[in-house]
């Protein structure tokens, strides 16, 4: 899939936002599950809250999994469509020189 340029360089940025934030949500999602895995069991009984917790588990696993294959692969295209080489990644001015792009 060829991308011009700009909507190239807009889809790298974007994944590599979605990149950083990825960390944040992982813990907001931890957070969310034992604080319900802690009410199911006060309010039933323990392996109430344990199969929540693995549940939810598997659940939040499913989507990371999702999420990291989804900011790859727009990584990789938008790579492509730049024609640059994937160790541009790593370059520090990164965000400097897509953001020339688009302007």
């Known amino acids: 899939m060829a991308l011009a340029k700009k909507a190239a360089a807009q889809l790298l940025i974007d994944a590599l936002r979605s990149e950083k934030k990825l960390k944040v949500r992982v813990i907001a999602v931890i957070i969310q599950s034992v604080v319900i ?3 199911v069991t006060y309010l039933t009984s323990w ?3 344990l199969a929540c917790i693995l549940v939810f588990s598997l659940l939040g696993q499913f ?3 999702r999420m990291t294959n989804s900011i790859t692969v727009r990584k990789i295209t938008a790579i492509k469509s730049l024609r640059w080489n994937e160790t541009e990644l790593e370059n520090p001015e990164l965000l ?3 953001n020339k ?3």
Do not use: D, M
Request: glycine content about 6%; aromatic content about 14%; proline content about 0%.
């Open 47 to 49: 392996y109430f809250g």
């Open 101 to 103: 792009i688009l302007e």
């Open 96 to 98: 400097n020189k897509l």
């Open 37 to 39: 895995a802690i009410v």
């Open 63 to 65: 989507a990371h999994e």
